[in-house]
């Protein structure tokens, strides 16, 4: 079975940095598409970024480019959403999720979600 397994969320000031990681176990090819999803609270769900978990190509939301960093560690199945530059608009649940084929899209339609991490940036 997949499961994902997201940490590393918490509470930061604008400009800070934060690193999430999900655990991600259960994967039997390697096109996956694996993705970072927030939501505000009022707010719909945005994609954030995503990497092919088959050659780590990447792709980001216009809003977050310049500033996060989506990564893979193959040996550990691990990705990483890197943030800096934190901004109080970032603050959002961060889901990690898996769709199981390769989409070079931002998107939301994915067939696994992690719980959710909370992270919150505060003045």
């Known amino acids: 079975q997949l499961q994902l397994v997201e940490s590393g969320g918490g509470l930061v000031q604008p400009g800070g940095s934060l690193r999430l990681s999900c655990a991600a176990s259960g994967f039997t090819s390697d096109y996956y598409t694996i993705g970072w999803v927030r939501q505000a609270p009022g707010k719909e769900r945005e994609g954030v970024s995503c990497i092919s978990s088959s050659d780590g190509t990447t792709v980001y939301a216009d809003s977050v480019k310049g500033r996060f960093t989506i990564s893979r560690d193959t040996a550990k199945n691990t990705v990483y959403l890197q943030m800096n530059s934190l901004r109080p608009e970032d603050t959002a649940v961060y889901y990690c999720?898996?769709?199981?084929?390769?989409?070079?899209?931002?998107?939301?339609?994915?067939?696994?979600w992690g719980q959710g991490t909370q992270v919150t940036i505060s003045p």
């Open positions: 999720a898996v769709k199981l084929y390769w989409d070079p899209r931002i998107s939301t339609d994915y067939d696994y």
